[in-house]
């Protein structure tokens, strides 16, 4: 599905450490100076499932294939980049691309990692953001505003149309984002061409020090304070124990060192989680002796839909999907078991998918 996260923040707030971390496919150059990554680096992340794991005890397969999210490692942005400041230009075209944003702040102090902003101020370097964010959208917005007037005098149906970009320009003048709005789904259409870089959904993260990863400090609290009117998450972690942890090949390995800072699992464990539900995103599985596998959907999507993203043309020939609840499956231990328990359902192209729904699609070449 190609759904893309970009992490974002200023210069050497731990970008690029944490992208080393997550992700499983590319390595961007964690280097203490400005612009090291100057082109976004892409990389697939799995998403951690246990219930992949469990069906996989069960079904014995040959393959197991986890699901996974693209996440975008984008140049850090400076103070005037809606002007064109720094990487400005090519930082805003970036983020502009993708479909949530990870907001890396920094939350520690080290005297050896430059800080062009002066002292540790999370609320700041969030505003920060922000407002370069704020300006760019509100540039695209006036932009709109000049030419849906001049229609709306031959068309006087894109009156609606024109009152949504009206109100978006007062919620960007005062300083606010675009997602703040909570439009509807109808008055996202006068703003879909715009891709509009604060209406993207958002979770910070804060980058503390060691000695913070469990508790948090000053730092993260002051970032929390500042997010509280946002309803948006905010993971406290340390991007260097995390890349440490994604470094190591052995799982005996990785266990002992999280033991040995206390962790039960990853931080990024829950970055992923709370990267995919930003997205709102469901998995499905298929299970069989060839591989166990998940499948990444939109939540709300039905059955051919779903079908599609194993092949366009399992949605173009639908037919029936077979279906199994996660929890029955596990219950009834396979397929067989699950059919004669009357557990296997047959569902027509009006089925909404389910989050862990087992699923076989019959279907016309």
């Given at each position: ?10 210069p ?7 992208f ?6 590319a390595?961007a ?10 082109d ?31 996440i ?73 505003i000049q ?11 894109l009156?609606g ?30 703003i ?11 979770l ?23 997010i509280?009117?946002?309803n ?26 999280m ?14 989680h ?17 591989e ?74």
């Amino acid at each position: 599905m190609a759904l893309q996260a970009g992490i974002v923040g200023l210069p050497n707030v731990g970008k690029s450490t944490l992208f080393n971390a997550v992700s499983n496919s590319a390595k961007a150059q964690a280097s203490n100076y400005r612009f090291c990554t100057i082109d976004p680096n892409v990389g697939l992340v799995d998403v951690p499932d246990h219930r992949l794991t469990q069906l996989a005890a069960l079904v014995q397969p040959q393959k197991v294939i986890p699901t996974q999210i693209e996440i975008v490692d984008i140049a850090g942005l400076v103070r005037g980049a809606s002007k064109g400041e720094g990487l400005g230009n090519k930082f805003l075209g970036n983020i502009r691309e993708v479909d949530a944003i990870i907001h890396v702040i920094r939350c520690f102090e080290d005297e050896n990692i430059l800080r062009d902003e002066g002292a540790i101020d999370p609320a700041g370097d969030k505003d920060i953001i922000d407002t370069e964010l704020q300006l760019k959208d509100l540039e695209s917005v006036e932009k709109k505003i000049q030419k849906t007037e001049k229609l709306v005098r031959v068309d006087p149906k894109l009156k609606g149309e024109l009152d949504v970009l009206i109100r978006c320009k007062s919620q960007l003048e005062k300083g606010k984002s675009i997602r703040g709005l909570q439009l509807s789904k109808e008055e996202k259409v006068a703003i879909a061409d715009l891709f509009l870089l604060t209406e993207k959904p958002v979770l910070y993260v804060a980058n503390v020090d060691e000695a913070s990863m469990h508790t948090g400090n000053r730092f993260s609290k002051a970032l929390q304070e500042a997010i509280q009117h946002e309803n948006a998450e905010m993971i406290v972690m340390n991007n260097s124990i995390e890349a440490q942890i994604a470094e190591m090949e052995e799982p005996a390995d990785k266990q002992l060192f999280m033991e040995e800072y206390s962790m039960k699992e990853p931080a990024l464990d829950r970055l992923i989680h709370s990267a995919y539900k930003l997205l709102n995103l469901f998995t499905y599985f298929t299970a069989g002796v060839q591989e166990v596998r998940a499948w990444t959907i939109q939540e709300g999507w039905k059955a051919p839909q779903a079908a599609s993203v194993i092949h366009t043309d399992f949605e173009k020939g639908f037919i029936k999907a077979e279906v199994i609840a996660f929890h029955d499956y596990i219950q009834y231990g396979s397929e067989s078991a699950c059919r004669e328990a009357g557990k296997l359902r047959i569902e027509g192209k009006e089925y909404v998918v389910k989050d862990g729904d087992i699923m076989h699609f019959r279907f016309n070449v």
